[in-house]
């Protein structure tokens, strides 16, 4: 089948390639076969398809590198297939998901089976990352050589801490020999045992057990220490704090394989959004104080946190709706991202090539996929945006099966009107409400 | 008794490592080794140049290989061989290493030979012993017959040390065998390869002197001896690799990997062989490829030509004076 379509009049921003201009995009055989600012400029296009962008934005599908679902395990929480839908219509076409299951994905015929059932049931790309240390227990390490061979694009306990440094420090020197990239939480397990939020004036006030901010930095410097002794490709999977910031912003410097990312939550809201006892604020990393919020926001401008991720984490009624200590850690956020992503460019933060770049470009770049741009020969994984589109959250709306929005009646603008894999649309805003 | 028709091999009276031998003393030890070859595959295998002798064998590590290879040796040269295993020596009562070689010491023997699995107590014994001391393995330390025995092989095969191409490839972390053969094989002029994942080599392996690779395959280009070495049971189920599928997977010497090296490269192992973990039987099992079988032979060989190199020491110095 040589089906063609033709994109014109878009404003086409691909960071991969510094383009942001008006032109047209040609989508031949699921593949980006033409791009430019010249092409379909005359409305002659003959093409049985043709879209008129109407002056809007045509990006590269979105990758959000950090997507926990339910399945396999906890399928009520959330499928591959519910997650794809909630995926697309975040605009975002490649999702990386974490090994947190039951079971675990620590082994090869497990790796397999989640690309299996994407295959079958997903709207968008699922990328697995296979666990670091078997049953996410942070004693024995995971096999890596194998896990990379079954499509495991990175290795991570998800959002536990190894706790021991020296099982650490032989994960890292192992998946250095395969090259393989290690995504590290950061947060001392011990000094934010029984946490719920981050020490400070409110907690104190609301009286919720808390954790120090500098529980994520003091895991940050050990980390960096030991990626420092066994040059493993080591990515911060969610950093929150100003302090970390500054440490990987040096390591940086020294040159060091680190890279990082952020959360939508943590740029948006700060500790104070807890309120009342809020159980869908309890995310981790928790939210921060103001001065870490901004410090956030600073360094996706500065470029020192390379990635903005949604950190989706669907939870259910049972799960949430208990008292704030007992509630579950989570949010979801694959429909949200963008919205809040684009609240940067709308504050005069960043550019608007730089916040899709954490999006697109980057993760593509530190997970080694052929994604996140729209260069000629790559699979059409595009997403059509309207910067301006205002709207305001509502749970009821949301594609993903559990509805633990922290962003419930809020207003942003900016989302997603359309987005394709492979030259298919997988959401279309118009056709669906 | 020896009389000064021997010359002098060795300039000390012990043989700890490969790393203080020179190039003479290494080459003089594999010319007599070459001569106790001949013997010992000849019908009468005694010779009478440790006659009077005594030979204390002293495990702290079971080693059945290593300890009947040095027992043959020296029974074949003749001497009163002793073997103490650490099951029936005080030391498993508590003795100190110390107590335990002062003990030895009253017995007055001529030559110990020392397995530990700490490294350094051979050279701590050769230091409070008025014996010869011969290490048979110190921890990860050193295991100098061992190197010594597989350049025996190597030679014998026809293969000269200059430029020779040799690839270990495993545990060298651990691997007495792999420093033994470093210091021995550069010292020859032959140039290393060390191959193995990051865990299980030391952060400054290159500073050896040697070629660091990861990747097996590339590691084993135009090789023309391949070294494996034994991983330990406890070390593959998680502490330092994931499991043995994968160790073999990545770093498990196989048919298709061999063909990598150059043709009519050698295959050795110290064994005791992991089959299916560091080499699979096709490989070790191939007479067209494998000198495991001869590395066994010449352990023997070897080992009487150190001990009868380091008994002509003993005889010079006088050492064995009340």
Do not use: W
Not at chain 1, 142 to 160: H, N, Q
Not at chain 1, 181 to 186: I, N, P, Q, S
Not at chain 1, 277 to 284: A, D, G, L, W
Not at chain 2, 111 to 129: M, N, T, W
């Amino acid at each position: 089948m040589n089906r063609r379509i033709a994109f014109r009049n878009a404003r086409l921003v691909d960071p991969a390639s510094n383009l942001d201009a008006k032109g047209g995009l040609l989508v031949e055989n699921g593949k980006i076969a033409d791009v430019g600012p010249r092409l379909f400029n005359d409305a002659d296009a003959k093409d049985p398809e043709v879209i008129d962008c109407k002056g809007m934005i045509l990006a590269p599908g979105l990758i959000d590198m950090r997507v926990f679902t339910g399945e396999p395990g906890s399928e009520h929480r959330e499928t591959l297939e519910s997650a794809s839908l909630a995926a697309a219509a975040g605009g975002v076409t490649t999702i990386v998901v974490m090994p947190n299951t039951d079971p675990v994905i620590d082994e090869p015929s497990l790796v397999d089976f989640i690309r299996r059932r994407a295959a079958a049931t997903a709207k968008v790309r699922v990328v697995p990352m296979a666990a670091l240390t078997k049953n996410l227990a942070g004693e024995v390490m995971t096999e890596i050589g194998l896990l990379t061979e079954a499509g495991a694009v990175a290795f991570t306990d998800g959002d536990r801490t190894i706790s021991n440094t020296r099982v650490l420090r032989r994960a890292l020197a192992y998946a250095s020999t395969f090259g393989a990239l290690v995504v590290g939480h950061a947060e001392d397990p011990d000094l934010s045992e029984g946490a719920s939020v981050t020490e400070g004036e409110y907690a104190m006030r609301l009286g919720l057990p808390a954790a120090p901010a500098a529980a994520e930095a003091i895991i940050v410097e050990r980390d960096i220490r030991l990626v420092e002794m066994t040059g493993a490709r080591y990515h911060f999977g969610q950093i929150s704090t100003r302090a970390s910031l500054d440490v990987i912003a040096a390591a940086k410097k020294r040159g060091l394989p680190i890279t990082c990312g952020v959360a939508a939550h943590n740029l948006a809201l700060n500790e104070l959004d807890v309120g009342a006892y809020y159980t869908f604020m309890k995310v981790k990393p928790p939210l921060r104080s103001e001065s870490d919020r901004s410090a956030m926001l600073e360094g996706v401008a500065s470029g020192v946190i390379d990635v903005i991720v949604s950190g989706h984490d669907p939870q259910a009624a049972d799960t949430k709706r208990q008292p704030f200590a007992q509630a579950a850690f989570g949010a979801v956020g694959l429909e949200t991202l963008l919205p809040v992503a684009l609240g940067l460019h709308h504050d005069g933060r960043a550019s608007l090539s730089l916040v899709l770049k954490t999006l697109t470009a980057a993760p593509a770049k530190i997970l080694g996929l052929n994604a996140g741009t729209l260069a000629k020969g790559t699979p059409a994984d595009l997403v059509l945006i309207d910067q301006e589109d205002p709207f305001t959250v509502r749970e009821g709306e949301l594609r993903s099966r559990a509805r633990n929005t922290p962003f419930e009646g809020r207003s942003f603008h900016g989302r997603a009107q359309k987005t394709y894999v492979g030259g298919e649309c997988v959401f279309d805003r118009k056709a669906r409400r | 008794m020896t009389t000064a028709r021997a010359e002098t091999i060795l300039k000390s009276s012990h043989l700890l490592g490969t790393e203080t031998l020179s190039v003479g003393e290494i080459t003089a030890l594999l010319d007599l080794a070459d001569t106790y070859v001949a013997l010992s595959r000849s019908n009468n295998k005694k010779t009478d140049v440790l006659k009077g002798r005594t030979l204390i064998n002293l495990f702290f590590e079971a080693s059945t290989r290593t300890q009947s290879s040095f027992e043959l040796a020296g029974k074949r040269l003749g001497a009163d061989v002793l073997n103490m295993s650490v099951k029936t020596s005080s030391v498993s009562k508590g003795e100190t290493l110390i107590d335990t070689a002062t003990t030895l010491n009253a017995m007055r023997p001529d030559i110990l030979v020392v397995r530990h699995q700490d490294s350094g107590a051979a050279e701590l014994l050769s230091r409070k012993l008025d014996c010869g001391v011969v290490n048979a393995g110190d921890g990860s330390h050193e295991h100098p017959t061992q190197a010594l025995l597989d350049a025996l092989t190597i030679r014998r095969r026809g293969r000269k040390f200059e430029g020779l191409l040799v690839a270990i490839c495993g545990d060298v972390l651990h691997s007495r065998v792999a420093r033994s053969n470093i210091n021995l094989l550069l010292k020859m002029g032959a140039r290393v390869r060390l191959i193995a994942p990051r865990t299980l080599l030391p952060g400054d392996a290159d500073r050896f002197g040697v070629e660091i690779f990861h990747d097996m395959r590339k590691g084993l280009e135009g090789v023309d001896v391949v070294m494996m070495l034994r991983l330990q049971l406890e070390r593959m189920s998680g502490a330092f690799v994931p499991s043995t599928r994968e160790y073999f997977r990545f770093y498990g010497l196989d048919a298709e990997k061999v063909k990598l090296a150059r043709p009519g490269a050698l295959v050795m192992h110290p064994g005791p062989m992991n089959r299916g973990v560091e080499i699979d039987s096709a490989v070790a099992d191939d007479i067209e490829v494998s000198v495991i079988q001869e590395q066994v032979e010449m352990g023997v060989a070897i080992r009487m030509a150190v001990l009868d190199a380091l008994s002509r020491g003993l005889a010079v110095e006088g050492r064995n004076a009340p």
